[in-house]
């Protein structure tokens, strides 16, 4: 395949970007998206010029690193896949690929391609985690009953791999789909209970002071989502916070 590549270059967070065309041949259907960079990479490598910085760890599915805007949706045109995971069968011989980073104020541009989403590394650190007895009476896990269809629910947004798709597709840049499922994973189990109330207090504050906009239930998150995070999760959170709130 003969494609051309119109790709957001930035030095850095304090620099304006500009979109640059490169074209790009020799592109089999079998390739994955990271590995497309890769060949393009290598080129500009050979020639002298600076390789396109972009994020990637895991390829598989699981790190949630690669987050691209392609041709103007997160992930890329297919769904419940993320970046590296979609394969270049996905576009036609002489297309044209406008690939960015993802936007929101949030997320500012460290070079090219790559955002820091560190905004969601301390929204997790606000309220993610459950405190365990280590003195030694540790019960154990096993001990404590978990009805069937709590337990998937929690699992499936547990699922959730942070990589911002949501964020991007949002019109408001909203992480409610990402607070609400990390809400969500502890707020349905007994594990969770204990720092419920200050859990969804704190982490939607978090939210709030790292700059991301309201909800408006457009729904766009949902669909971008590679994973599949429902939007019941927002209103569990939603729940949550109200019935945190009423506690005072
Ligand atoms: S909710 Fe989905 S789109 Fe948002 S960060 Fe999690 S996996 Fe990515
Ligand atoms: S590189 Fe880890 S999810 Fe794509």
Redesign the pocket.
């Known amino acids: 395949m003969k494609l051309t590549l119109k790709i957001w270059r930035q030095e850095n967070a304090n620099v304006k970007g500009k979109m640059v065309t490169y074209p790009i041949d020799g592109i089999e259907g079998d390739m994955s998206f990271l590995e497309m960079l890769d060949v393009l990479n290598e080129e500009l490598i050979n020639k002298g010029d600076q390789p396109v910085e972009f994020d990637h760890d895991c390829r598989e599915g699981i790190c ?1 690193a690669c987050s691209l805007q392609i041709n103007g949706e997160p992930h890329g045109p297919d769904k419940l896949v993320t970046t590296c995971q979609l394969h270049m069968r996905s576009f036609k011989d002489g297309d044209t690929i406008v690939i960015e980073p993802f936007r929101a104020k949030a997320f500012p541009v460290v070079k090219d391609l790559i955002v820091d989403r560190g905004s969601f590394d301390r929204i997790q650190q606000a309220g993610g985690y459950v405190s365990v007895n280590t003195s030694g009476n540790t019960i154990d896990a096993n001990s404590i009953p978990v009805n069937k269809h709590d337990a998937d629910d929690s699992f499936a947004a547990a699922t ?7 964020v991007a597709a949002c019109k408001n840049a909203s992480a409610m ?2 607070t609400s ?1 990390k809400v969500s994973q502890y707020a349905l189990l007994p594990q969770g209970q204990v720092e419920a109330t200050e859990r969804v207090q704190n982490m939607v504050r978090q939210m709030d002071i790292e700059g991301f906009g309201n909800c408006s239930n457009t729904g766009a ?1 949902e669909i ?4 599949g ?1 429902s939007l019941e999760n927002i209103a569990r959170m939603n729940r949550e916070y109200m019935s945190a709130t009423s506690k005072g």
């Open positions: 949630g959730c791999i942070g990589c911002g798709a949501c789909l990402f499922a998150c971008e989502c590679p994973k995070i």
